[in-house]
């Protein structure tokens, strides 16, 4: 019976026991997190020492033999109030499989505190980030794969619930099947993700559409892994669920404001181009009339030199313009000015007037609108008088 209780566990802390319905629930095997939990060593549970109604809340006692014994349930799901080794209530969620001509139930027992907490940490932090993430939702599922690659949902909390639009009535009936909730075009991922689990052992992180009504979909990160093996060595996953429906929508518009602005910026009328204040001298983004002074095309810059200005100034200007210019960021300028010579793709160098705004985003970060100003022809004539 130990071989029935040989598991990975996930981050979510689960504990794993069988019980003897016909006598009094008394606890005949269990893995060692579930004997840490209860402070009883593993050889006295299993001489018969520990009785499941001995640790749960009085409350709960009858509810929960009436589930435990109940007629042709192959499988059982509840929540109740535990006593851990200090004394101490802890609320955790079980999912139990009844052995088939046989009084004994083998149960997995949840504590979703830490996954609480984890919740309440990623809100603080969306929050903290002033990210539309604030109104994501997070789920907890069970769910086991069969040899014929159906989604099996053994367990889901509400906000489960909510992301694949159904209720615990509905999944709770056998057989009810997660796979024909997923968006079809995302069905293949979601299966590649699980067979390469299954093959080693290694957490899935993906996301996929839910189908939640007819033409209405939502958007769901999944972070799972095999927590344990049902009777015919299908594996039963535990699944952490996020809805990021707003996220993406905002992402897509970020995408398209971007789309809009690029199109725009190559449009503008000047020499101009735009960086961050950390990276000064990386472009981000150039106008038509850019390119066309430089003499380089987009690819040659952005994909042969990484959008690194500081490759086309004179080598020996390089240092004293970026410092010059750091200097002028860090005392809190909203403009900057310096001057240096760029090599054209003509291979002639020519004295550039580099004039910058800086500009304060929404999310802390400072970027910086530049525009050129070709003044050779002023460099050359004060130089040949004299004055520089």
């Not at 599922?141 to 909390?157: G, P, R, W």
Request: proline share 2%; net charge negative.
């Amino acid at each position: 019976m130990t071989e029935i209780l040989e598991e990975d566990f996930y981050d979510v802390k689960f504990m794993n026991l069988v019980v003897d319905k016909a006598d009094n629930l008394v606890v005949v095997d269990s893995d060692k997190h579930f004997s840490d939990f209860t402070g009883v060593h593993p050889s006295k549970i299993r001489q018969g020492k520990l009785f499941l109604h001995d640790i749960i809340m009085p409350v709960y006692r009858e509810e929960i033999m009436k589930i435990l014994c109940r007629k042709e349930s192959r499988y059982v799901y509840f929540d109740a109030e535990f006593k851990d080794k200090n004394g101490d209530c802890v609320l955790l969620h079980c999912t139990g499989q009844n052995f088939e001509n046989s009084t004994l139930c083998r149960l997995t027992l949840a504590d979703l505190s830490k996954s609480r907490q984890k919740q309440e940490t990623l809100r603080k932090k969306a929050k903290e980030m002033n990210y539309l993430i604030d109104l994501v939702t997070g789920g907890v599922c069970l769910f086991k794969v069969t040899d014929d690659m159906h989604i099996l949902v053994q367990y889901l909390n509400e906000g489960g619930c909510r992301l694949f639009g159904t209720s615990k009535s509905r999944y709770a009936k056998q057989d009810y099947r997660l796979d024909e909730l997923i968006c079809p075009e995302d069905r293949s991922a979601v299966f590649q993700a699980i067979g390469k689990a299954m093959a080693t052992d290694e957490p899935i992180d993906i996301e996929f559409r839910t189908i939640v009504h007819k033409d209405e979909f939502k958007w769901c990160k999944v972070n799972a892994a095999i927590q344990s093996y049902d009777e015919d060595d299908n594996p039963i996953f535990h699944a952490m669920l996020t809805d990021i429906t707003k996220v993406k929508e905002a992402e897509a518009q970020a995408d398209r404001m971007y789309d809009e602005l690029v199109k725009v910026f190559k449009n503008m009328p000047d020499i101009i181009f735009s960086t961050d204040t950390k990276n000064p001298f990386v472009l981000q983004i150039v106008s038509e009339d850019f390119i066309k002074f430089l003499g380089y095309s987009r690819s040659f810059l952005f994909d042969e030199h990484g959008g690194r200005l500081t490759d086309f100034i004179l080598e020996r200007e390089v240092k004293y313009v970026t410092s010059n210019l750091k200097k002028q960021i860090d005392s809190g300028k909203k403009e900057t000015v310096i001057r240096y010579s760029i090599r054209t793709g003509s291979g002639k160098f020519v004295v550039v007037e580099d004039r910058r705004k800086i500009i304060n985003q929404d999310d802390g970060g400072k970027s910086m609108l530049c525009i050129l100003k070709n003044v050779t022809k002023k460099y050359q004539e004060k130089t040949s008088n004299g004055i520089e």
